[in-house]
């Protein structure tokens, strides 16, 4: 942990925050302190965006090629140093080591992934229909670029957002979650060891999120706000962006439908069920909400399921973020119970000291209960039957939600079907996780704009022009 950069990156400095004040670092685990990390102020942050805006032009106008190359070289670096990482974020977030390698594995992609974008960005040039001239249309990144990460996937959602907005030419500051800067600070340092020049990638953790964010938002140098976090938060940063008609990409929060019919595939249901829900400890916003389940085979699934949760334990699977986080899945627990969800295992929190909760599933959850409307965020799955192939796309799309649903059936048209009917961004046939950096992921509804991975990704850092060439 030593060597984990704690200071804020400005220019290509390693800097203390202004007023020299720090903020805590814990292990979720045990509490225990790993590290102080430079509390930056809205001044250290608008310092982050002038270095970011110095080195805009010259980072636009370097080749295609030669930035491609810089992300690959990233993308090497990251590859041996894979344990440094995962170990990292297995201390500053608590997901588990294997967990841990799994996202470096992930989050390395999309280094790889626009590496090799950035020289592909091309455009358009033909004859007006009038034929009295050419059409010429083209990208050019969009400009210094602010970028806002959760702390619930500390590397692949930075990687997610520099890489494309690096290969498309853009300058970024990057503010890390207050929980988990530590992975953000780490990589940063290895982009400026292959050659990232100075001012192309800023980094500013702070304890004050809502200050810095509101200064850069209103700064008129600022081209684009990309934000992964909360719907809430979501909406307020779009509020702010509305006054200076600033480009805003927004991944924010879900309710993934997991239905299961009765033709499904059970042994694979189950273990599609146990990574959609309980990877990354539930805190994932593509974690897996409600699962709906045909009511023939609702008991069955029921009772498989708990079987194989059974085998789980809350310090295998690993500890929630914080005690908060604790708490409110507790509440959601009750509020289901209350409701007359039949508790088949699980539903309290672990003693003793970390921010577990044990792995738990609930049946029979009533309509109205908290956790169908909300984001659990945290190890409980909360089953539903339903009775027909209408009533699960109903159930499916009655959220506020369109992240990601995830279906179980051997039926292909049925499948079809659901892809039309289901209101989300992403769809997995038997399928439990279906990130990938070489395709667009993001949402519909009030999980978010914008879409990150795939040849879509980069197009959220680089404006289109269009020229009329007139003989
Ligand atoms: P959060 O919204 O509380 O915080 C996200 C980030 O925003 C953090 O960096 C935080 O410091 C910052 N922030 C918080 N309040 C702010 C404010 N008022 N102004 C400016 N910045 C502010 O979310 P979280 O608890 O860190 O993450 C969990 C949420 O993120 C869940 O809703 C989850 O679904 C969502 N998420 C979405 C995706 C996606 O791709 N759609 C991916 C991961 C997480």
């Known amino acids: 942990m030593n060597a984990v950069p704690t200071r804020l990156l400005i220019g290509g400095q390693w800097r203390p925050a202004t007023d020299g004040a720090e903020f805590p670092v814990r292990n979720p685990a045990d509490g225990s302190l790993l590290a102080s990390v430079a509390d930056a102020t809205a001044d250290d942050g608008v310092a982050a965006l002038d270095a970011a805006v110095a080195a805009a032009a010259e980072w636009a106008a370097t080749a295609p090629r030669t930035r491609g190359e810089l992300l690959r070289a990233a993308f090497d670096a990251l590859q041996q140093r894979r344990e440094e990482f995962a170990t990292v974020m297995t201390a500053e977030m608590g997901k588990p080591y294997a967990e841990a390698l799994g996202e470096v594995t992930y989050g390395g992609e999309f280094l790889r992934w626009f590496a090799e974008e950035a020289p592909r960005v091309a455009g358009r040039y033909g004859p007006n229909p009038e034929g009295t001239g050419l059409m010429m249309v083209s990208h050019r990144p969009v400009g210094p670029s602010y970028l806002i990460t ?107 439908p997991f239905l299961v019919f009765d033709d499904a595939d059970l042994d694979a249901a189950v273990a599609g069920a146990l990574q959609a829900k309980f990877r990354n400890i539930g805190q994932a916003c593509t974690a897996a909400n409600r699962f709906l389940v045909h009511e023939p085979i609702a008991g069955e699934f029921t009772q498989r399921l708990t079987a194989a949760v059974k085998e789980l334990t809350a310090e295998t699977i690993g500890p929630l973020i914080d005690q908060r986080a604790v708490d409110g899945v507790g509440k959601l627990v009750d509020d289901a119970v209350t409701r007359g969800a039949r508790l088949e295992i699980g539903g309290r929190a672990v003693e ?72 989300t961004g992403m769809f997995g046939l038997n399928a439990g996780v279906v990130s990938n950096a070489a395709a667009p992921f993001g949402g519909v509804k009030q999980s978010g704009l914008g879409r990150e991975g795939g040849i879509e990704g980069i197009h959220e850092y680089l404006t289109t022009t269009y020229a009329l060439l007139c003989r």
């Not at 619930?152 to 853009?170: E, S, V």
């Not at 020049?197 to 800023?202: A, D, F, I, L, R």
């Not at 738990?360 to 109205?368: D, K, R, Y």
Request: a neutral charge; aromatic letters at 6%.
């Open 150 to 256: 959760p702390w619930n996937f500390p590397l692949a959602m930075a990687t997610r957002k520099i890489a494309p907005a690096l290969a498309a030419g853009c300058t970024v500051v990057i503010k890390p979650a207050e929980q988990t800067p530590l992975t953000t600070l780490l990589f940063a340092q290895l982009l400026t060891e292959v050659g990232v020049p100075p001012g192309v990638v800023n980094v500013v953790p702070t304890s004050a999120p809502v200050l810095i964010s509101e200064r850069l938002i209103t700064d008129p140098r600022l081209r684009k706000l990309s934000f992964t976090g909360s719907t809430a938060v979501g909406r307020s940063l779009l509020a702010q962006a509305a006054g200076g008609v600033l480009r805003t990409s927004m991944e924010l929060g879900g309710n993934a």
């Open 352 to 423: 003793g000291p970390g921010s577990f909760y044990e792995p738990t599933v609930l049946s029979g959850v009533a309509p109205g209960s908290r956790l169908l409307r909300e984001e659990i965020f945290g190890p409980v799955v909360a089953i539903v039957p339903f009775t027909d192939e209408d009533e699960a796309v109903r159930l499916a799309n009655d959220t506020e939600y369109g992240l990601v649903a995830y279906a179980y059936t051997r039926d292909l048209a049925r499948a079809h079907r659901l892809i039309d009917r289901l209101e």
